[in-house]
């Protein structure tokens, strides 16, 4: 088993490498548990800062004014427009509300009613728009012989509804396994990514010239060898995979009960198979230290991003989902996020992702005996 020892001895050198990743992904892992987890159990009203500047002086407006300070806080403002502008630009205020001389006339006829100074970034804005609106809306429905019942519109608009927020277990499971999709997700990545850079600069050493010459003329068969690396690449790959399975274990034990485990652990047993596969394709192509390196940044990157790893799959456009049905991730992403009852429910998604796996060994085998040929 000497090479199996170079192998790893070799690959041990990287630790740094590997671990600078781990630790990385952990404690993502963590700020997202910490913020996942949690759940507010109350709902506070916000309340905007408006100015009122008030033309019509009748009973509607003043009702509109009383509604508005109840539901805001009412800042004294300047009738002055390059004033009212700049002070809604630093965000002094969030709106403020101008009540034309005309009020009564206009809201009978339906036309504009106010003039709202508001800056559109501030969300808070279009809830003072909304108020207004609604204010309005109820004294229309009010008006009868020549008034408005602003008595009665006042009344309407004070009733409420008492909501209680219930906590209740099912929410607390799907904030668990929407803790658990992220983790499993997110390891696609890292596994992506150590994989071609560790293994592959493994093998670079493994495949220079005088390493090559000395395993001609030495007394162990070329089977031997490759059996011996290839054992050497399964054990790195199961090492790094049991280090993300143990580090969702510590992270959520407590909750293992509350999601379908096995799921997780299966899918990323499956890619990590298919994921070896693609790193032994991707060694004999070339042995460039740098194009290792490039492509272990560009392929991790690149199919997160499109696959639904860094984006969710339902966010992301036909096109470019297209693209990612070419590659392994995306059914192993697509796996994390489906419900099932039993594995059997995601049987085909598996299938192919030891589809690609075998697509990706017979090419790399082709390039490999191409080159020996050579």
């Known amino acids: 088993m000497t090479v199996y020892k170079y192998f790893i001895k070799v690959a041990l050198k990287n630790k740094g490498f590997i671990l600078s990743y781990i630790i990385i992904f ?8 910490s913020t996942n987890v949690q759940r507010e159990s109350s709902f506070i009203e916000s309340r905007p800062d408006i100015g009122i500047i008030d033309y019509s002086e009748t009973q509607l407006s003043k009702g509109l004014a009383e509604y508005l300070g109840k539901k805001n806080n009412i800042v004294p403002m300047v009738d002055d427009e390059i004033y009212i502008k700049e002070q809604v630009f630093l965000q002094l205020v969030d709106a403020v509300v ?25 969300i808070s804005s279009y809830k003072v728009e909304n108020q207004i609106n609604k204010y309005l809306a109820f004294a229309v429905a009010s008006y009868e012989n020549g008034e408005f019942d602003i008595e009665r519109v006042g009344s309407a608009l004070e009733k409420s509804v008492h909501v209680d927020l219930m906590v209740t277990e099912n929410g607390i499971n799907e904030r668990v396994n929407n803790w658990f999709k992220f983790y499993f997700n997110f390891t696609s990545y890292i596994i992506l990514a150590l994989y071609i850079s560790v293994i592959g600069f493994v093998m670079i050493e493994f495949n220079e010239v005088q390493v090559e010459n000395r395993r001609k003329i030495s007394s162990i068969r070329f ?26 274990i510590v992270l959520k034990g407590k909750y293992i009960g509350e999601v379908n485990f096995a799921k997780y652990a299966i899918n990323l047993t499956v890619f990590s198979i298919a994921a070896l596969c693609l ?30 790893v860094m984006v969710p799959q339902e966010f992301l456009g036909e096109k470019v989902l297209s693209i990612a049905k070419f590659f392994p991730i995306y059914y192993f992403v697509k796996i994390n996020e489906t419900e099932i009852a039993s594995i059997l429910e995601v049987k085909y998604d598996i299938l192919i992702q030891l589809l690609f796996a075998g697509i990706f060994l017979i090419m790399g085998l082709y390039l490999s005996r191409v080159k020996q040929r050579t």
């Open 223 to 248: 089977l031997d060898f490759n059996r011996q690396m290839y054992l050497g690449q399964l054990s790195m790959a199961a090492f790094i995979s049991a280090i993300f399975i143990l580090g969702s």
């Open 98 to 122: 101008i009540i034309p001389n005309d009020l009564e006339s206009k809201v009978i006829n339906r036309k504009s009613e106010l003039l709202i100074y508001n800056d559109y970034r501030n």
């Open 26 to 33: 952990f404690i993502l892992s963590i700020i997202n548990g």
């Open 279 to 308: 790193v032994f394709l991707v060694n004999n192509i070339t042995n460039n230290r740098f194009v290792i390196s490039a492509i272990s940044t560009v392929l991790s990157l690149g199919l997160s991003f499109i696959s639904g």
